[in-house]
């Protein structure tokens, strides 16, 4: 009777072990390879080491979602660069296998030994929704002597470096000059001539909203913005925070041509569909929904002209 107890227990521990097994394998993680290296264990002086982290794993590209990798720790050396890049094959079994390469360049500060300790690198599995990180391993490289020859290379590089600053600080000292003069000259030009809010408006239209080029959401919500500064700056109010449905009431029920309020109904609704809804906008339709605006306020500035003269 003992032996039979102790055949059915070690039975059950058996079965178990199996259990327990299979239950492992089912949450097993992603399969993923990390390989470290640099292209040259020997670099000179005045020569860059270049060290690689490639990520590898069967399956499309976005299978994986790698976190920014940041600069690795390092002994003799200094950073001065990286960068990255995403490719995908397809191998003999007709399966894709997906690669991400994170490029580090350093410069050596002195001959001997450099090491660049390992980095730890953390991605999520977006197919099992786990995230996971992989450990590369210490890399040593020897800094030998500098190259003869190269460091005047080096200096005149430096000089093109330079040269080159200080034409583009020279450049943008000049354009913000230039904008800064141009300013300047269209205010006097605000304050000589006096300006009704349409015909400044009928202005600000022509000269920041252009019809050539593409962008055309962009636009469109620069377009919106300007009607709707210009209500705020007529009705002496701040309707830039409101909806469009608030914005429509709040016009309703100021003195306005009936025309010209369904044309801003017409407009508001359009643009809040592209804006908002998702909607598609061509140049086509930018062209229709500009010239609402235009006919908007010419037509507003028609009617105030009127009122005047009565």
Same mark, same amino acid.
Do not use: W
């Given at each position: 009777m003992n032996k039979q107890f102790l055949f059915g227990l070690f039975l059950c521990l058996i079965l178990s072990s199996s259990i327990f097994s299979q239950s492992n394998q089912d949450t097993s993680v992603s399969d993923i390879s990390l390989l470290t290296y640099v292209e040259n264990e020997s670099v000179a002086l005045n020569r860059e080491v270049v060290y690689i982290v490639q990520l590898s794993w069967q399956g499309e590209l976005g299978r994986y979602k790698i976190s920014d990798v940041l600069d690795p720790d390092v002994t003799n050396l200094?950073?001065?660069?990286?960068?990255?890049? @995403?490719?995908?094959?397809?191998?003999?079994?007709? %399966? #894709?296998?997906?690669? *991400?390469?994170?490029?580090?360049?350093?410069?050596?500060?002195?001959?001997?030994?450099?090491?660049?300790?390992?980095v730890t690198i953390r991605y999520k599995d977006t197919l099992l929704d786990q995230n996971e990180s992989l450990l590369a391993g210490r890399i040593s490289v020897k800094i030998i002597d500098p190259i003869p020859g190269s460091s005047s290379n080096n200096i005149l590089q430096y000089v093109v470096y330079v040269i080159i600053i200080l034409v583009i600080g020279l450049g943008?000292?000049?354009?913000?000059?230039?904008?800064?003069?141009?300013?300047? @000259?269209?205010?006097?030009?605000?304050?000589?001539? %006096? #300006?009704?809010?349409? *015909?400044?408006?009928?202005?600000?239209?022509?000269?920041?909203?252009?019809?050539?080029g593409n962008n055309y959401k962009e636009k469109l919500h620069d377009l919106t913005h300007l009607l709707i500064g210009f209500f705020s700056e007529k009705y002496s109010t701040s309707l830039s925070n409101l909806s469009s449905k608030d914005i429509l009431k709040y016009i309703e029920y100021r003195e306005i041509e009936p025309k010209i309020y369904a044309k801003i109904i017409e407009f508001m609704t359009k643009s809040d569909l592209i804006r908002f809804a998702g909607n598609t906008v061509n140049e086509t339709d930018f062209h229709q929904l500009y010239d609402s605006v235009e006919w908007i306020l010419e037509k507003s500035k028609n009617d105030n002209s009127e009122k005047e003269d009565e």
């Open positions: 200094i950073v001065r660069g990286s960068g990255s890049s @995403n490719k995908v094959i397809t191998n003999s079994d007709g %399966k #894709e296998i997906s690669t *991400k390469r994170i490029t580090f360049y350093f410069r050596p500060v002195e001959m001997g030994m450099a090491y660049i300790n390992g943008v000292y000049l354009f913000v000059l230039y904008n800064k003069r141009k300013k300047e @000259n269209a205010l006097e030009e605000l304050e000589n001539i %006096k #300006e009704t809010t349409e *015909k400044k408006y009928l202005r600000l239209l022509k000269e920041t909203i252009h019809l050539a």
